[in-house]
T-cell receptor, first 113, second 113 residues
Framework: DVKVTQSSRYLVKRTGEKVFLECVQDMDHENMFWYRQDPGLGLRLIYFSYDVKMKEKGDIPEGYSVSREKKERFSLILESASTNQTSMYLC????????????FGSGTQLSVL | GESVGLHLPTLSVQEGDNSIINCAYS??????FIWYKQESGKGPQFIID?????DKRQGQRVTVLLNKTVKHLSLQIAATQPGDSAVYFCAESYYNQGGKLIFGQGTELSVKP
């Protein structure tokens, strides 16, 4: 079975901290994505990557950066966490183009105090 | 602008009844649609997809209907079970959009025993 693993289920950080959210997939997928999920707003795309060392901005990239040094790992970085970044973060991966299934991790609930 | 929305934020059905979850989309160029199920504490799971050259697709206990004339998508669940209780998201995409999925806000389905 396909597996997308997010390193933390819950995280609590302080304003101004640098935060790393890690995601690993075991399916040799080309494409990986970071979404945030907020009540009433659904899932919004932060960044995605279609290959190692490649990245593209999504709809809400401000305040975030990403790293993809290896094919299986896609990291989301909050350079200086703020309270409005408190959210559920979902990582996803997909083999090829949009016509392939998108597989999600279980999510990381981040609270910034 | 483009958006994917759901008509109802919550839906309550009796166990054994059929459920219908609706979704409206605004981009007539969208050519691929997906339904996801998200159970509490988990990431979204793929249920079923449909391409714009089809108007109906069936899976196990689920059917997706696509009406391109009115830009409407629905998910029908037959003989709804308690395990079907979850939030259901529709998502749309079109190939020239670079593979991004646009998600609706979700409908919460509650199944009463």
């Amino acid at each position: 079975d396909v597996k997308v693993t997010q390193s933390s289920r819950y995280l609590v950080k302080r304003t101004g901290e640098k935060v790393f959210l890690e995601c690993v997939q075991d399916m040799d997928h080309e494409n990986m994505f970071w979404y945030r999920q907020d009540p009433g707003l659904g899932l919004r795309l932060i960044y995605f990557s279609y290959d190692v060392k490649m990245k593209e901005k999504g709809d809400i990239p401000e305040g975030y950066s990403v790293s993809r040094e290896k094919k299986e790992r896609f990291s989301l970085i909050l350079e200086s966490a703020s309270t409005n970044q408190t959210s559920m973060y979902l990582c996803a991966s997909r083999l090829g183009d949009v016509r392939e299934k998108l597989f999600f991790g279980s999510g990381t609930q981040l609270s910034v105090l | 602008g483009e958006s994917v929305g759901l008509h109802l934020p919550t839906l309550s059905v009796q166990e054994g009844d059929n459920s219908i979850i609706n979704c409206a989309y605004s981009n007539s160029a969208s050519d691929y649609f997906i339904w996801y199920k998200q159970e509490s504490g988990k990431g979204p799971q793929f249920i079923i997809d449909i391409r714009s050259n089809m108007d109906k697709r069936q899976g196990q206990r689920v059917t997706v209907l696509l009406n391109k004339t009115v830009k409407h998508l629905s998910l029908q669940i037959a003989a709804t079970q308690p395990g079907d209780s979850a939030v259901y998201f529709c998502a749309e995409s079109y190939y020239n959009q670079g593979g991004k999925l646009i998600f609706g806000q979700g409908t919460e389905l509650s199944v009463k025993p």
